[in-house]
């Protein structure tokens, strides 16, 4: 890994670990997750601005259905696993207020 893509990483890593003020996002986390998502799209083969990180896995999962319709058409249905993180789960079963059918497979 190049030096400043580890160097990127360790900062985010870091700020991550040392947060205790609301005001870290706007103060650092914005640019730093925009240079991180870089590296990454680099290593990907993308474009700079095509991959974003995300705090953890409940924000990311809430970002893409956001961009979705899912209530829209004949495929309503969600199929998720009780495997996931518990709040993944959350995340899917408010979709239902739009008319998604959410199982969750055992």
Known sequence: MPRAARRAL???VDL?????REDVWTEHWWELSAE????IARV???RPGTVQVQP???VALSTVISCLDLGAGRRRKVVTSALDFPTTGYVWQAQGRSGVEVTIDP
Do not use: A, F, P
């Open 10 to 12: 360790l900062t985010y």
């Open 36 to 39: 991180v998502g870089d590296l």
């Open 16 to 20: 991550w670990e040392r947060q205790v």
């Open 44 to 46: 990907l083969g993308g």
């Open 56 to 58: 953890n896995t409940s």
